[in-house]
């Protein structure tokens, strides 16, 4: 185990709460590289039909990954319609019926960064 590594939040049950989307299918693609690894990840989400109000946000977390293109149903998002900070993506707008989340991202595989 690195030494430097931060220790892992701690996820209590009582945090706990439903997601206000659910996942359909994840397909992914991986071309691998030693240095530059890049992950096409399409995603099929739908708003969770237990939860009264689906929030207008979607966060996901990913830790060391560099975001080469997003786009929702097809349509590329313009940098304004999302936020990256630390390992999360906040997707600030996202539909209110099923959509498909398109994902390409860049790691390192050697470094872990």
Do not use: C
């Not at 946000?57 to 990913?62: K, P």
């Amino acid at each position: 185990m690195d030494a430097q590594a931060p220790a892992p939040d701690t996820i209590r049950l009582e945090d706990y709460r439903p997601s206000d989307y659910l996942i359909d299918t994840v397909d992914l693609d991986f071309a691998l590289e030693p240095n530059a690894t890049r992950v096409k990840a399409k995603i099929a989400f739908r708003p969770n039909p237990d939860i009264a109000k689906s929030k207008a946000e979607l966060t996901l977390d990913g830790e060391h990954l560099k975001l080469v293109s997003i786009a929702i149903d097809g349509r590329a998002l313009a940098k304004s319609d999302y936020k990256i900070k630390d390992d999360k993506l906040t997707l600030k707008k996202v539909p209110k019926a099923p959509f498909t989340l398109a994902t390409e991202v860049e790691i390192d595989p050697e470094t872990g960064v």
